[in-house]
């Protein structure tokens, strides 16, 4: 899943109302997340663009590994939530038959996967993310679970994302102040499983 748009970017509204998640993740919490953290991101990289015209066509994924701090951070916070945010969905759809499958295969079981994941998110010490990915290369499609910190990217070469969790505080401290598995717990209840779904066989 690269992403080819380049500069100017405009935010991605948010795919459902902002309190339609609840109550596995609140409306306060989806407003800031959305309306103050995600289109902080947007905003500061259109700054930082506006003033470097070498880099106005240079798609986002690309700018997420930028050699300026900066640029990589902000282009990443955009990504990563658009991806995070797209990956949500208030309809609480069971898990299809492809899913269980890919997932069985990778990691034994979905309960299995679950838990690997929730150990990831718990485990990514500060602000970052967990990723299911897909890999390339050498370990060619198999699934994955890695880490990023900050608002660091997979690399997008050997590591395809599938699906990001958020595990800074500001997806979580309004709802769950301190009790990131709480959130994460309830973040497994609104995952859009056909977006996953359609990321998977997009890269096959
Ligand atoms: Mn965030």
């Not at 596995?24 to 919490?29: H, K, M, N, V």
């Not at 979905?110 to 929730?118: D, G, I, Y």
Request: hydrophobic residues 35%.
């Amino acid at each position: 899943m690269r992403d080819e748009r380049f500069y100017p970017f405009t935010a991605m509204p948010l795919p459902f109302a902002y309190n339609s998640l609840q109550p596995d993740i609140s409306e306060y919490t989806m407003y800031f997340h959305h309306d103050k953290h995600y289109k902080g991101y947007v905003d500061k990289l259109n700054a930082l663009l506006k003033d470097m015209p070498f880099l106005q066509n240079v798609p986002l994924s690309e700018l997420t590994k930028n050699e300026n701090t900066d640029i990589k951070n902000n282009a990443g916070g955009v990504f990563n939530h658009e991806m995070y945010f797209a990956s949500l969905s208030p309809e609480r759809r069971p898990v299809s038959e492809f899913i269980a499958e890919c997932l069985t295969k990778n990691f034994g079981s979905v309960q299995e996967f679950l838990k690997e994941f929730h150990e990831a998110g718990m485990s990514q010490f500060g602000s970052g993310y967990a990723w299911l990915i897909k890999c390339c290369g050498k370990d060619n499609k198999l699934l994955k679970i890695i880490k990023t910190a900050n608002q660091d990217t997979p690399d997008f070469i050997t590591e395809i994302p599938i699906l990001p969790v958020d595990v800074w505080e500001h997806a979580y401290y309004l709802d769950r102040q301190n009790r990131r598995d709480i959130y994460l717990d309830a973040f497994f209840n609104v995952l859009n499983w056909d977006v996953i779904e359609k990321r998977i066989r997009e890269i096959n």
